[in-house]
């Protein structure tokens, strides 16, 4: 199957510091890209929605000026959590929708990435 | 009212047991509907879609009421492994590719 992978898989920072997240589809172009948080007991929260090559859609109540997301490929996706305080830690994970293959209705998950601010 | 519910267990379930879970949508509109696996700290994997006709992958069987709304996953022969978060999911496909998650269904398979 499809494989995305997410980098660091997790980190840990102080509270004021900028965070960048990147999302890998390693063998399939993905055409739109996801991505979500997850906190402790809760379910995945879709915070946006990123097409290659135009700007992500933001779900209501997610800030776009805090968590900035860039598709400048069919590959990749980055996450930048901005200026990250305590409650931004989370568990946050990115899944691709691929193009070209069979399984373009599918998305592929990424092993997620735990963030933690002190 | 939340868009997919379930509810949140901890189901605790002997070896070799039945176990059922279920779930509402509350959007119509839905087209898609999977079950997904989570294991702690992990990201959530396909277990199987889910349609109509019902449908089974071994020992887990999925059903699917669109006039109720309602899924269903059925686990007969419960295994230790499949202790873990089940989580039922809807996809809209009309206006865009948007799948929304349910909170899940925590089950603990006991020996």
């Known amino acids: 199957g499809a494989v995305v992978s997410q980098h660091p898989s997790w980190v840990i920072c102080k509270s004021g510091t900028s965070v960048k997240i990147e999302c890998r589809s390693l063998?399939?172009?993905?055409?739109?890209m996801f991505w979500y948080r997850q906190f402790p007991k809760q379910s995945l929260m879709l915070m946006a929605t990123?097409?290659?090559?135009?700007?992500?859609?933001?779900e209501q109540g997610v800030e776009k000026d805090k968590f900035l997301i860039n598709h400048a490929s069919l590959t990749l996706s980055t996450l930048t959590v901005t200026s990250a305080h305590p409650e931004d830690s989370s568990f946050y994970i990115c899944?691709?929708?691929?193009?070209?293959?069979?399984?373009?209705?599918?998305?592929?998950f990424g092993p997620g990435t735990r963030l933690t601010v002190l | 009212r939340k868009e997919v519910e379930q509810d949140p267990g901890p189901f605790n379930v002997p070896e070799g047991a039945t176990v059922a879970f279920n779930c509402t949508y509350s959007?119509?509109?839905?087209?898609?509907f999977f079950w997904y696996r989570q294991d702690c700290r992990k990201e959530p994997k396909l277990l199987m879609s889910?349609?109509?006709s019902g449908n089974e992958d071994g020992r887990f069987t999925a059903q699917l009421n669109r006039a109720s709304q309602y899924i269903s996953l059925l686990i007969r022969d419960s295994k230790l492994s499949d202790s873990a978060t089940y989580l039922c999911?809807?996809?809209?496909?009309?206006?865009?590719?948007?799948?929304?998650f349910g909170a899940g269904t925590r089950l603990f398979v006991k020996a």
């Open positions: 999911v809807v996809r809209l496909d009309t206006g865009g590719f948007k799948t929304i």
């Open positions: 889910v349609y109509s």
């Open positions: 959007n119509s509109a839905s087209q898609s």
């Open positions: 063998d399939f172009q993905a055409t739109t």
């Open positions: 899944s691709a929708r691929a193009s070209g293959l069979a399984s373009y209705n599918e998305q592929f």
């Open positions: 990123s097409n290659e090559g135009s700007k992500a859609t933001y």
